[in-house]
């Protein structure tokens, strides 16, 4: 996007990700599905930064649901595999990204991840936590209605506790709890590879996002497609159940 372009549209401040296709990416090469996830993991690297570039306040990606563990079990080790590669190389970037005021944070449950990812997450977090330019979420073991339940669990705490009364609970409370706390919603949700559903990424927070769906399988998917969709949704007419 050019400077004047950019200057002349509202940005969403958060965008959401599914990056969905991997698996017919390869699929159409011959290639093993594990190639599509690399090919993908390089997709995510390339829109990670581009949306740092053009001044996107955060952006969340979807990775892995929590309904991806049905998958073989050799396609699931190659997805963690590449997830481990992410965070080694964001480790060794550190002031790289430091410089570019990136925060990374991990949403879902990391309770399932294996011990050595859950470190290497705690560590990006917390040496990351003080950045401000740009919030990237990364969505592994992630599901919505997992995350609700989460945050719901966390409130009948605090009841139990008798610390809050039932007819208390607002929606103040539900947010508060879930892994995306004190984040804006996201304003625009992308979803490539032609499938028109949000297969349980943020539906809470989804309640007045726009969405933006695309044919291209995510490997595929460029800087000028991330373009295409904000110029979109620069033209919608967010009600909000207003008039
Ligand atoms: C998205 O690509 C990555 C994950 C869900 C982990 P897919 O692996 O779902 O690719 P398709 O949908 O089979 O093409
Ligand atoms: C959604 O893709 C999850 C991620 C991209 C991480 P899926 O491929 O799992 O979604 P469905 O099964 O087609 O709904
Ligand atoms: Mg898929």
């Not at 829109?47 to 649901?65: H, K, N, P, R, V």
């Not at 965070?87 to 002031?95: C, G, I, M, V």
């Amino acid at each position: 996007m050019t400077k004047e372009m950019l200057e002349n549209i509202s940005l969403p401040r958060h965008i959401g990700i599914i990056m969905d296709g991997n698996g017919r990416w390869a699929k159409q090469r011959g290639l093993p599905r594990s190639e599509g996830h690399k090919a993908g993991a390089k997709t995510f690297r390339a829109i990670c930064d581009y949306g740092a570039e053009l001044g996107i306040e955060c952006l969340t990606f979807y990775a892995f649901s929590t309904e991806n563990w049905k998958r073989p079990a050799d396609e699931v080790a190659a997805i963690m595999n590449l997830f481990r590669d992410y965070l080694t190389e964001a480790e060794e970037r550190e002031e790289e990204n430091a410089v570019k005021g990136m925060r990374i944070r991990y949403i879902g449950d990391r309770t399932a991840l294996p011990a050595d990812i859950v470190d290497m997450i705690d560590k990006l977090e917390e040496n990351s936590a003080d950045k401000k330019t740009i919030t990237i979420n990364l969505a592994v073991n992630y599901g919505g209605r997992d995350e609700i339940l989460h945050a719901v669990r966390a409130v009948a705490q605090k009841v139990q506790a008798g610390e809050l009364k039932a007819q208390d609970i607002t929606l103040n409370d539900i947010d508060g709890n879930l892994y995306t706390a004190g984040l804006p919603d996201p304003d625009l949700i992308i979803r490539p590879s032609g499938e028109y559903r949000l297969s349980n990424f943020l539906i809470w927070q989804a309640a007045y996002s726009e969405l933006w769906f695309s044919d291209i399988l995510w490997p595929d998917f460029t800087a000028d497609d991330l373009d295409k969709a904000i110029i979109d949704y620069g033209k919608r007419n967010r009600r909000f159940g207003g008039v």
